[in-house]
């Protein structure tokens, strides 16, 4: 083989199921399942898998799903066909939980929906039966959902449910969001508790940047007497940032997160669309950047759930992920930056066939967050902290 060999001392788990893949969001829709196929075939050729645990996800079941979700809501899901897109008598209920153009239903949805989620049901459990430190499931991280409603391309809050698992076992569960937008349905999902901490990293515009929430101040509830008081955190940023300034804030502010409040574990949504060049993204991250805070991240010695989320630009979503797992396993200087022959869909790498080819300088975005703004960040953040201590 090529050298790649189980990581010492702990244990990875891979959670993936190929019918994930197939599904198809629509022709012009920017979320591309098959970006999967891309990271697997990388993740393949590099010979990462001989790390790794695999399992082949298993689709959640109704009531695992109905942990976060409304029945009402998983029986439309469950039941609705694409030919009701365009049916009448449905569009009272496609309003009421938000299909369309962003949500659109498609051939296979709740196969789909049910497979993601298992994935990350399955990777929760691995770790809370100690038979996993770290557990991926790279199809997950679908942020948005909400309890009754669908939202921004996701409809089953795999995050939430596999949080819900570590939460049986941990009295604290931290999660970390580097898509580069709003984790809004995780952190709405555990508003009221101060049980999980959210931390979202994102690029915020109220009026003109999905989802327009997450705004520095909306740290939880008002009302100081409300569990969740001061157990949501936001990061607010600006177009353009880049991988230096984005390391050091993110290492400034989990840091000081993790010494406040003492997680038992920690969930990390991985959003390649914070990724330079991304089709629907604004900031100037490279593949290294991004994969520098999943390092940090494992630094902490936590058991991690690391899960996917974003990323519109399929070659470099599954250069970010293939990269990340390498971290995860150890690997990462094992791994060579050009991309092997083997790999299946190679021409997708061209012309430069490297892991890490400089995103920030192929589509120059003017940076927009000055070392005033970045340091005044991490400063309200240290003291929304001292707050959530009480
Ligand atoms: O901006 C919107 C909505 C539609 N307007 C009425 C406001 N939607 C965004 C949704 C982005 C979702 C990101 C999901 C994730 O965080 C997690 C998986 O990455 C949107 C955008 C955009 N540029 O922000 N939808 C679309 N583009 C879109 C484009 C073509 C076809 C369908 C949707
Ligand atoms: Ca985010
Ligand atoms: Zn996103």
């Known amino acids: 083989h090529n050298g790649i060999t189980r990581p010492q001392g702990y244990t990875v788990s891979w959670h993936a199921n190929p019918a994930v893949e197939a599904h198809h969001f629509g022709q012009s829709h920017p979320m591309k399942p098959w970006r999967l196929v891309l990271t697997k075939e990388l993740v393949l050729a590099y010979g990462m898998h001989h790390a790794m645990d695999l399992y082949l996800s298993r689709a959640a079941t109704f009531e695992e799903m109905a942990d976060f979700h409304t029945e009402d809501y998983l029986d439309f899901l469950r039941q609705v066909i694409p030919a009701d897109m365009e049916a009448a008598e449905q569009s009272e209920r496609m309003a009421k939980y938000n299909f369309g153009d962003d949500c659109p239903i498609f051939d296979g949805l709740y196969n789909y929906c049910s497979l993601y989620s298992g994935g990350t049901v399955d990777a929760a459990r691995k770790l809370v039966n100690n038979q996993a430190d770290i ?87 008002s009302h100081p007497s409300n569990p969740g008081a001061h157990h949501a955190l936001n990061v607010p940023l600006n177009d353009g940032i880049e991988d230096g300034d984005y390391l050091q804030l993110f290492k400034d502010i989990i840091g000081s997160c993790v010494e406040t409040y003492q997680p038992g574990a920690i969930v990390l949504q991985c959003g390649a669309d914070s990724l330079g060049c991304d089709r629907l993204g604004c900031f100037s991250l490279n593949v290294t950047g991004h994969g520098s805070c999943v390092a940090y991240v494992k630094t902490l010695g936590l058991p991690l759930l690391v899960v996917g989320g974003g990323g519109y630009t399929p070659r470099n979503v599954s250069r970010a992920w293939a990269h990340e797992t390498s971290i995860l396993i150890d690997a990462a200087d094992k791994i060579d930056p050009n991309i092997p022959e083997t790999v299946t869909f190679r021409n997708h790498f061209g012309p430069d066939y490297s892991l890490f080819p400089p995103l920030s300088e192929m589509r120059k975005i003017e940076n927009k967050n000055s070392k005033q703004y970045l340091a005044t960040l991490v400063s309200t953040i240290r003291e929304q902290l001292r707050y959530m201590q009480g």
């Open 135 to 221: 557990a991926i499931n790279w199809s997950g991280g679908l942020h948005h959902a909400k309890k009754t409603e669908a939202s921004g391309f996701c409809y089953v809050n795999d995050v939430v449910l596999g949080i819900l698992q570590l939460l049986r076992f941990h009295p604290r569960v931290m999660y970390i969001d580097i898509d580069v937008h709003h984790g809004d349905g995780v952190e709405q999902a555990f508003w009221s508790t101060d049980r999980v901490l959210t931390v979202s990293f994102h690029k915020f515009d109220r009026d003109n940047f999905f989802p327009g929430t997450g705004s520095l101040d909306s740290t939880g509830p």
